[in-house]
């Protein structure tokens, strides 16, 4: 049965993101008012980043359960992670945990149960910062991904397949992605095809927000219906994930949001036992 | 009454066992996680209601093996009894000490945000008393079998192997409003004899034993006749390799009552 190889430190899995860097990043973006794409993306990457690190985080420390990597697109394409990281294309988590480029002091509102609101001041990890400079080299930034991730999974035959999340404005300058895409959808291990996800942020309003969507009929643009199609099918072992998580799929839903947060990919893995009281 | 009790526990594959999860309370042996094998035999104080609790430190959080600790000494003191009454009065002391404990070193920024979400546990505790009554409490997915001549007589919290699933409601070492402890404790009871057998176990080999029940098997000949250590080890390696079972830290009270 393909998706079912329990992922573990003797088996990761490995995140790769793919962002994009270009120019219409700078951009406002209509899911986030008075926000630039640009902006908007290392947000969601970052909390990306933070989110499948305490999914690994224990008492004894971080383990490593996935491999993570973020490549940029834009004036060039290369390794996106700042700091002492900058130039590695894939580390292990437990590396990842250990070199956020900075901690940054945020404030966290919650509600005080009494309906009132609690501001609180935490640490925020900061990896991926805003660029916003060049084109779009989409089929680039694919091309990359075919070579790490096929090096990857020669030395992982048996692990979970390697997770592509593609964040982008969808509008690729290097040319049509589809066949760079079908190659990665190609690459594969004992227990399954890669899965490729678009993360789609567009500077419309006209759109509400859509997450994992079965058919391309309500999608808005040419841009988001190529996008679409690039995507992986979710396989049946994500939908069941999915829909434990209250999101409601068709059977033929595939890997793709418009305008909304994809955080919620990464926690369709399952690495154990997860309270239901845990939020 | 005696108390004939054997303990037999096994981390998830490829974990070490310092990494196990899974935390126990006898009588005779105290609290227990993972240290070693145990089996013994006891007589209690009549007074005393023979106690013991199986609890399950949820994956995903941290500091979990620590909570399960606490949790299931505190059902060995009395501190969170059998009937499930009281336990939100004593609660909040149990979290205080879970707090003061990993609290001790500086932690890194992804364990204060673990910290946050605190820990989590399933726990399922019950007490035998000489006049032959029994109390249990549940919260969560370990269980409590109670087996009489070759019959189950109770499966409790869960007696449907489906019921299982991987996002269980658990008792929480932080204390959240929204929560809502009230209506999440379970709690049964019944009558013993001697001769019976009692077996408390976490969720994964819970979740066999009502399968086997449900495709008409007796799991409960299987599990009485198990050697801790070794031989345990051995069964479960095969039953995970068969995928019989989920690849998840194991506890086995097993409690012959006379």
């Not at chain 1, 120019?23 to 990306?48: F, H, T, V, Y």
């Not at chain 1, 509600?111 to 009132?116: M, T």
Request: proline share 6%; glycine share 8%; aromatic share 8%.
């Amino acid at each position: 049965m393909p998706y079912a190889a329990e992922i573990s430190r003797a088996n990761p899995s490995c995140f790769l993101f793919l962002i994009d860097q270009s120019g219409s990043m700078e951009d406002p973006w209509a899911g986030q008012p008075g926000k630039k794409k640009a902006e908007a993306l290392a947000d969601i990457m970052n909390r990306m980043l933070q989110n499948l690190t305490l999914r690994c985080a224990k008492s004894e420390g971080v383990r490593d359960y996935y491999h993570v990597g973020v490549i940029g697109y834009g004036a060039t394409v290369g390794a996106a992670l700042g700091g002492s990281l900058a130039g590695r294309a894939i580390v292990p988590i437990s590396t990842l945990a250990d070199n956020p480029a900075r901690l940054e002091e945020r404030v966290k509102k919650e509600d005080d149960g009494a309906g009132g609101v609690l501001e609180r001041k935490i640490k925020f990890p900061v990896w991926v910062d805003p660029v916003a400079r060049g084109g779009t080299p989409m089929c680039g930034a694919f091309a990359d991904a075919v070579k790490l991730l096929s090096a990857w999974v020669a030395e992982h035959p048996q692990s979970f397949p390697p997770i592509v999340i593609n964040i982008t404005d969808g509008e690729s300058t290097d040319g049509n992605p589809t066949a760079q895409a079908e190659a990665l959808r190609a690459i594969h291990t004992e227990d399954g095809n890669l899965l490729l996800f678009n993360a789609h942020l567009s500077a419309s309003d006209a759109a509400t927000p859509i997450l994992y969507p079965d058919t391309e009929e309500n999608l808005p643009d040419h841009y988001a219906r190529l996008l679409f199609r690039l995507c992986s099918p979710m396989p049946e072992y994500l939908q069941s994930f999915a829909r434990q998580e209250g999101f409601a799929l068709g059977g033929e839903s595939r890997g793709y949001v418009f305008n909304a947060d994809p955080v919620s990919i990464i926690q369709f893995l399952d690495i154990g036992t997860r309270p239901s009281n845990l939020r | 009454m005696n108390a004939a009790t054997k303990v037999c526990w096994l981390p998830k594959a490829g974990n070490a066992a310092s990494e196990f999860e899974d935390a126990w309370f006898l009588p005779e042996t105290g609290s227990g996680r993972g240290r070693r094998a145990r089996v013994a035999a006891s007589r209690p104080d009549p007074a005393v209601p023979f106690r013991c609790a199986v609890a399950d430190g949820a994956t995903e959080a941290s500091f979990s093996g620590l909570w399960a600790r606490l949790l299931t000494t505190a059902c060995g003191s009395g501190l969170l009894p059998a009937t499930g009454e009281g336990w939100q009065h004593s609660l909040p002391a149990l979290r205080a000490a879970w707090l003061r404990s990993v609290r001790r070193r500086p932690l890194p920024w992804y364990a204060e945000a673990k910290l946050e979400a605190g820990a989590f546990a399933a726990l399922c505790t019950a007490a035998f008393h000489s006049d032959g009554r029994w109390t249990a409490a549940a919260v969560g997915d370990s269980c409590l079998f109670h087996v009489r001549d070759g019959q189950l007589l109770t499966a409790f919290p869960l007696d449907r192997a489906a019921s299982f699933g991987s996002r269980p409601w658990l008792l929480s070492s932080v204390d959240r409003a929204v929560d809502g402890l009230e209506g999440r404790i379970r709690v049964a009871a019944g009558s013993w004899a001697p001769g019976d057998t009692a077996f408390l176990m976490t969720d994964a080999l819970a979740c066999w034993f009502l399968a086997e029940a449900e495709a008409g098997g007796q799991p409960w000949a299987a599990l009485a006749a198990l050697r801790p250590g070794a031989a345990f080890a051995d069964w479960i390696g095969r039953l995970r390799a068969a995928r019989r079972i989920r690849n998840d830290d194991v506890t086995l009270l097993t409690i012959a009552l006379s």
